[in-house]
């Protein structure tokens, strides 16, 4: 069965980067959406960003556009998140998650453990 294992997390000051990874085992990725959540305390979790199967479409929140940027290399089954510009109010906790489309169902099994993000001076 999929299990999807996140890493790359850690603690960076404002204006840093930090690349995130969300490895799939189990199953291919192939044929499925990746999308990366985060929950930061006291909030909801909120999806971030999505891309499709092929990695040829992919959407983003307001909040991230232009510093982060998702990608995936199918053959390592493996799909990424790299943040530039961090902000303080990007500290949460983030999970990748993988979907039968962007905003669709996910699918059995389908959530990470999450990694934590921490952007602090």
């Known amino acids: 069965q999929l299990q999807l294992v996140e890493s790359g997390g850690g603690l960076v000051h404002p204006g840093g980067s930090l690349r995130l990874s969300c490895a799939a085992s189990g199953s291919t990725l192939d044929y499925y959406a990746i999308g990366w959540f985060r929950q930061a305390p006291g909030k909801e979790r909120e999806g971030v960003t999505c891309?499709?199967?092929?990695?040829?479409?992919?959407n983003y929140i307001d909040a991230v556009k232009g510093r982060f940027t998702i990608s995936r290399d199918n053959a390592k089954n493996t799909v990424y998140l790299q943040m530039n510009s961090l902000k303080p109010e990007d500290t949460a906790v983030y999970y990748c998650?993988?979907?039968?489309?962007?905003?669709?169902?996910?699918?059995?099994?389908?959530w990470g453990q999450g990694t934590q993000v921490t952007v602090s001076s």
């Open positions: 891309i499709n199967s092929k990695g040829g479409s992919t």
């Open positions: 998650a993988a979907q039968y489309y962007c905003s669709g169902p996910l699918v059995p099994n389908g």
